[in-house]
């Protein structure tokens, strides 16, 4: 026979169900803010002033694979950066997030990624202590992009936050956890020296788009345009899909020695999440390719 707890207990699982097992909150990995007319330097400038007007940092812009029709922001600031900081397994790589221009027959569709939709992915372990500032700062960046437009329409698939925690795209397919390791160096000033020296050289037809150093953490980022016109993003943004382009430019993180890269068939699935499998067969080569600039632009020059 049930004792009284047990029958309370089970007559509130019954009340409360709904609750208890609704479905968990998707998140999609971008938001169209809106379609404006004006020029792209203008639709930028608009942009970049938005953003500085609450205190985000824009550090670096470009075009991605030299096309006219397409740019990206980025930008940061000193609370994305400092919980970031916390997640020793390459967290800082979500510090920095971007804003995406895309020309679109004369009107410019401007998008933004969306901030929780990285920290589930990056800060996939112990998140739960920030959830609330994370929030907070994903809703300060809608606030602050409100300035251009208020569509705010996701786009791009979804995902639940269990499954972004624990992503990838498909069985025996790379985990955030399984980084491309690409150089080691003797010491961290001795890689922040050799990136950018082969950076400045423009190594692999290359273009640093921004760069990040937290010298008390020995932590340096740098965001890479990927400009040639063979196996760079003009190759492949064109067969995977442009509008996503708030996806570039690609990261390495320099943490003390060592110099590292998320693994291409785990960063273009994160950020293209619908792709399906035909159509990542028909960019089979790039994640190869994009691991060869990201080791010309580490390597060690040779006396």
Known sequence: ???????????????????????????????????????????????????????????????????????????????????????????????????????????????????????????????????????????????????????FEPFGGFEEREDLEDYRYKIMMPYFTDPVELTEYNSFEEGLSVIRKNLDAGIGNTVKVYEVVYPDQKIALFGIGLLDPEDGEADFLPTIGEDHVAAMPYEIILQDKEVTMLPGRYRIALHWPELGMGTFMKIMSTPGNIEDFMLEITEIEEN
């Open 1 to 151: 026979m049930k004792t009284i707890k047990a029958i309370f207990i089970s007559l509130f699982v019954l009340l409360t169900g709904f609750s208890v097992f609704a479905e968990e909150e998707e998140y999609p990995p971008y938001y169209k803010v809106a379609t404006v007319k004006g020029s792209m330097s203008e639709v930028a400038a608009s942009v970049r002033v938005a953003l500085e007007s609450n205190d985000f940092e824009v550090i670096g812009e470009y075009q991605p694979g030299n096309n006219d029709s397409l740019m990206v922001l980025c930008y940061t600031r000193k609370d994305f950066a400092g919980i970031s900081l916390k997640f020793e397994d390459r967290g800082a790589l979500a510090g920095v997030m971007k804003v995406g221009l895309k020309n679109n027959d004369g009107n410019i569709d401007v998008s933004m990624i969306n901030p929780m939709y990285i920290f589930y992915a990056y800060f996939y372990e112990g998140i739960d202590p920030y959830i609330g500032q994370l929030e907070a700062m994903a809703k300060d960046v809608k606030a602050a992009l409100s300035a251009i437009g208020n569509d």
